[in-house]
């Protein structure tokens, strides 16, 4: 009997909380559907530019690659490089094929690979051509971790932000913290600025913390400097705390802020550089930029992998920025309906 109580219990509590319900179906279906999206994506097709490459070499990779087999000098690869509009530069002298990788992305890198063995196999009798291969960027010692390493960077610093960051913010309003202070003269844009400078600074610790163990401890690949990736890292907590503290007040406790994880975070995970994007639907590339952790995992690659500076990577950091104002004017008027200034 008194089990039966219990259950009864559970479950009209479950149907109270129509949030927790909902979350038990809905959650798992978009996980789920959000990597069905990814992994049933088309195959990379790289763009890959040619140079003194005999005519039946050129015709066998055009039908490997179709359209996207360009004549290009080395300069003229070595800028499309810089820009991120090629993926391999090809030349071959006698039956030698040397080419130049762009390097940074590990799909591409097997796709050009395949495409150009595939085309030296239509046309000789050695399948197995041994080409001599340089790397624009990274080597080939990269491994896999240090390919997606700064990703996971990004990730774990955004992630622990939010979840900290969003309860901490929480707790502050449900044991009435926030209603104290709401109740004196202080404005709005005070209080939201107050805590963000507060959480903050521990958020340059992490930051700090989390970056040095990955690049001096795991020796996670880096060729950038450590300050500005310290930068870029320390910009995307603080993203993650302004998401956090503006998702808090839409939470009773801490159970339904861990409830917009599986809504919020994961799938950012999915459109943050761990998989090509070119692959993927139009429209799922284009939802990619409203995620911030896309511009965050961006940037971090962009200094750890290729030694860019925040001047090269300016536009990213500038929408994650944009995301941080954003929030941050988003909490101001969330606080609202607690009381009106």
Do not use: C
């Not at 002298?93 to 595939?118: F, H, W, Y």
């Not at 790397?135 to 997606?148: E, K, M, P, R, T």
């Not at 971090?300 to 990577?313: A, T």
């Amino acid at each position: 009997m008194n089990v039966g109580a219990v259950v009864t219990r559970i479950i009209k509590q479950f149907l109270r909380d129509k949030r927790s319900l909902a979350l038990l179906v809905i959650a798992p279906i978009l996980v789920l559907t959000l990597i069905w999206l990814v992994l049933d994506g088309d195959d990379y097709t790289p763009i890959v530019a040619i140079e003194n490459v005999p005519p039946p070499i050129e015709e066998a990779l055009h039908a490997e690659l179709e359209e996207d087999v360009v004549q290009m000098s080395e300069v003229e690869a070595t800028s499309a490089f810089q820009a991120g509009e090629l993926d391999a530069f090809l030349t071959v002298t006698g039956m030698e094929p040397k080419i130049i990788l762009e390097g940074s992305d590990p799909t591409a890198n097997a796709a050009v690979m395949k495409a150009i063995q595939s085309a030296f196999s239509t046309i000789t009798n050695h399948p197995s051509v041994k080409p001599s291969v340089e790397y624009y960027y990274g080597s080939q010692n990269l491994n896999l971790f240090d390919q997606v390493g700064s990703v996971l960077i990004g990730f774990f610093v955004f992630f622990f932000v939010f979840i900290i960051g969003g309860i901490s913010f929480l707790r502050e309003r449900t044991q009435g913290t926030l209603e104290k202070l709401l109740s004196t003269p202080i404005k709005r844009w005070h209080i939201v600025t107050g805590y963000l400078v507060g959480f903050g600074i521990f958020t340059i610790i992490q930051s700090l913390i989390i970056v040095a163990y990955a690049v001096y401890v795991l020796d996670v690949w880096m060729v950038g400097d450590f300050w500005q990736l310290l930068i870029v890292t320390f910009l995307l907590a603080i993203t993650a705390l302004t998401l956090a503290t503006l998702l808090s007040a839409f939470a009773n406790n801490e159970f339904q802020m861990m409830q917009f994880i599986p809504l919020v975070i994961l799938p950012q995970v999915f459109f943050s550089g761990i998989f090509n994007l070119e692959t993927m639907a139009d429209w799922l590339q284009m939802l990619s930029k409203f995620m911030p952790l896309t511009y965050g995992a961006e940037a971090m690659q962009q200094v750890m992998i290729k030694g860019k500076d925040l001047w090269d990577i300016w536009s990213e950091l500038a929408v994650i920025i944009g995301f941080a104002a954003l929030f941050f004017v988003l909490n101001i008027l969330a606080l609202k309906k607690h009381r009106r200034l």
